[in-house]
């Protein structure tokens, strides 16, 4: 099993600002994806990355995939509270199932 | 709507017991997946299935078994339970894929005393 490595562990910071966490292989990924985790609840799928060099926005979300293949990052303009909860990284080894990272737990306070 | 459910979504259980958690979808997806989330170790894959009557272990298989007999369940037992098990539990479906979302139950939490 490839470790995926995210960082931040945790991130807290107020409604408005900006911030990015990072998730980093030492392997190559064929396709990576973000999840995110609310308290209580299962994750949920918030992309999908496929190209090396890959940009993609889902409204405040930015997400990027290393020319390389080996990281990604996820960048998240003025921040809301709605936004808090923990964001996952994860990539298929091998089959259907997923390999993922511990995550990054985010805290955006009013 | 389709959905993918998990009962019970509580469970205190005592060491040495078998317990078994269930998992139903609607999907109609055929590869379904059993993970534990504990913290500082994120989500780790217990075992997961590619249709009926197939099983497979996954990284944390040990203490656990899967049977799947239907397209729709993929219950999840521990044969005894142990301290060491007591954990958040998750079922999700796919679709056959690389690149098809993995859609997530809401958890049961289970805890062994």
């Known amino acids: 099993t490839q470790l995926l490595e995210q960082s931040p562990q945790f991130l807290s910071i107020q409604e408005g600002e900006n911030l990015t966490v990072y998730c980093n292989s030492s392997s190559v990924f064929s396709s990576l994806q973000w999840y995110r985790q609310e308290p209580g609840e299962g994750p949920v799928l918030l992309v999908t990355v496929v190209t090396g060099g890959e940009v993609k926005k889902l409204k405040r979300l930015t997400f990027q995939f290393g020319d390389a293949r080996k990281d990604s990052s996820l960048h998240i303009t003025a921040a809301q509270p709605g936004d808090t909860g923990l964001y996952l990284c994860a990539r298929r080894d091998s089959g259907y199932a997923l390999n993922f990272g511990k995550g990054t737990s985010l805290l955006v306070t009013p | 709507d389709a959905e993918i459910t998990q009962s019970p979504r509580h469970k205190i259980t005592e060491t040495g017991r078998q317990v078994t958690l269930a998992c139903h979808q609607t999907w109609n997806h055929n590869n379904m997946f059993w993970y534990r989330q504990d913290l500082g170790h994120g989500l780790r894959l217990i075992h997961y299935?590619?249709?009926?009557?197939?099983?497979n272990k996954g990284e944390v298989s040990d203490g656990y078994s899967v049977s799947r007999s239907n397209t729709e369940d993929l219950p999840l037992t521990l044969e005894s339970a142990a301290s060491s098990q007591t954990s958040v539990y998750f079922c999700?479906?796919?679709?056959?894929?690389?690149?098809?979302?993995?859609?997530f139950g809401p958890g049961t939490r289970l805890t062994v005393t």
């Open positions: 999700a479906s796919s679709e056959a894929g690389e690149l098809y979302e993995q859609y």
């Open positions: 299935s590619y249709g009926v009557h197939d099983t």
